[in-house]
């Protein structure tokens, strides 16, 4: 890991050059990632997952405003597009990028799709952080992990297009197949990231 200096304090960083796109690609080879949610963050890290060539599907609600900026944006209802039952059903990495109110209504829907080995993906820390409110209480057979970009969704697709990367933290809040941490670096990697830095949950929530 490389160490960068952020207003005198060292941190830790993993950078493109020690975890390069073709690593993330190898790493994510066999997965489905499946992008819940086309609001805020889900257009930037779907469409820079897909140009990195990724293999990702979008789950949205149908007759919706966000239904229909995906089919706009080159999402293929049936076929890279469906429903959110449909697509948490086929993913083996749920990226859950509702906002937090819509994360707590979907819930049980989701939980039922989380079989053994799945990996649950967030890019903001409140709903594990405060899951005795929100009762996001994920199985302990699969693995939770979070990539937070430090800029908007708009900002994310903007630097990727521009051969640049936006920031982000990631976290590892439950390891249940051991490849959590090669899951969500190859994640922030495939979503853009220029370098990523460690933090927690509960960190990012408050950061």
């Known amino acids: ?53 990724f293999n990702v599907i979008i789950g949205q609600r149908k007759n919706s405003n966000s239904w229909d900026k995906a089919v706009a944006d080159g999402w293929i209802p049936g076929k890279t597009l469906f429903e959110i039952e449909e697509a948490l059903d086929k993913g083996t990495i749920i990226q859950y990028l509702l906002s937090d109110a819509g994360q707590i209504s979907v819930w049980p829907t989701v939980k039922k799709h989380l079989t053994a080995g799945k990996a649950l993906y967030f890019s903001h820390g409140f709903g594990i952080t405060y899951k005795e409110r929100t009762n996001i209480i994920p199985p302990k057979d699969i693995d939770v992990i979070l990539v937070a970009p430090k800029g908007s969704g708009t900002s994310l697709r903007r630097m990727f297009l521009e051969g640049r990367g936006l920031n982000s933290s990631y976290a590892i809040f439950q390891d249940a197949t051991g490849k959590a941490f090669d899951r969500v670096v190859a994640l922030g990697i495939g979503v853009g990231s220029g370098y990523l830095f460690e933090t927690t949950f509960k960190r990012e929530v408050y950061s």
């Not at 950078?15 to 997965?31: G, H, I, M, Y």
């Open 1 to 53: 890991m490389a160490k960068i200096n952020f207003g005198g304090v060292e941190e830790n960083v993993i950078t493109r050059e020690e975890f390069p796109l073709k690593k993330a690609l190898e790493v994510l080879k066999d997965e489905t990632i499946a992008i819940i949610g086309y609001g805020v963050q889900g257009p930037g890290q779907s469409l820079n997952l897909k140009d990195n060539g």
